[in-house]
């Protein structure tokens, strides 16, 4: 039987009686690729949150995580990898790329060899085959810090691979990059999305033109609820986007990706 990689069944998630995740029932498939788009504020990084452990459905609701209601936070968080934007700051400007990518085996922020536990080849072998499939295997003797923030993150992905999670989340990846680095980000994800096995992902945005065909199913979030959920072909239209952000859209849609331009 197969199981789901992540089931959200009505959760609800309140903070002084308000609720900032109202009523969400969300499913993703093990191999799915799911966009979850919603403007600042919708909830996106709370229920983020909730599927990682970080918190709990207070207000109701059900998280099954691999079929499992109740699981090892340890082992959850090492089989979801969860890719931000703030998590650079955290890394050694003069720390090697390779070293970087290493510390996701270990969950480390800064890489520490350990003298009870120290890489062998087959995990050197692996972070630079993890580095090569998002097109940035020459970058691995480089310093993290020199490294511009599209290939940062790049990096990012390759380290929460090194722990084979079935999921990966990528909490807006593309924030502050210029269009030019946005794109070949973007280019090298659709490249990774393709390899037979590599994890479940899940793209947040609040930008429609950063969901590429790779992700073939969104979650719509405004305000806590799911407005929309399923297949992005069909969802991602110009009335569901002006129920999303107020405003009236013509959406058009090329080469797979889909771009808003107003009325």
């Not at 990689?5 to 499913?27: C, L, P, Q, S």
């Not at 993290?144 to 989340?169: D, N």
């Not at 590429?212 to 969104?218: H, N």
């Not at 986007?241 to 889909?258: A, D, H, P, Q, T």
């Amino acid at each position: 039987m197969k199981v789901p990689a992540i089931e959200i069944r009505e959760v609800t998630y309140a903070i002084n009686g308000r609720k900032i995740i109202d009523n969400v029932t969300w499913k993703v498939e093990r191999g799915e690729h799911w966009a979850l788009l919603g403007p600042n504020g919708a909830g996106k990084t709370t229920l983020l949150k909730i599927v990682c452990g970080y918190l709990w459905p207070n207000a109701g609701g059900e998280v099954r995580r691999q079929g499992k209601a109740l699981i090892d936070l340890r082992e959850l968080r090492r089989s979801i990898g969860w890719v931000t934007s703030s998590l650079p700051a955290h890394i050694p400007a003069e720390e090697l790329v390779l070293d970087t990518v290493l510390s996701g085996k270990y969950a480390q922020v800064g890489f520490v060899k350990m003298k009870w536990d120290v890489p062998n080849k087959q995990d050197y072998e692996t972070a630079l085959q993890h580095l090569d499939e998002l097109g940035c295997a020459e970058l691995a003797g480089m310093k993290f810090g020199s490294l511009s923030q599209g290939e940062q993150q790049k990096v990012l992905i390759a380290r929460a691979r090194m722990t084979q999670p079935y999921l990966i989340i990528l909490d807006e990846p593309c924030a502050g990059l210029d269009p030019g680095a946005r794109e070949t980000f973007l280019s090298s994800l659709q490249e990774l999305g393709r390899y037979k096995g590599a994890p479940s992902l899940v793209y947040v945005t609040h930008h429609i033109e950063e969901i590429l065909p790779l992700f073939k199913k969104t979650l719509i979030l405004k305000d806590g609820q799911v407005i929309a959920s399923g297949h992005t072909d069909v969802i991602i239209n110009a009335q569901t986007m002006e129920e999303l952000y107020g405003v009236s859209l013509k959406i058009v849609r090329s080469n797979g990706r889909y771009w808003p331009i107003g009325k």
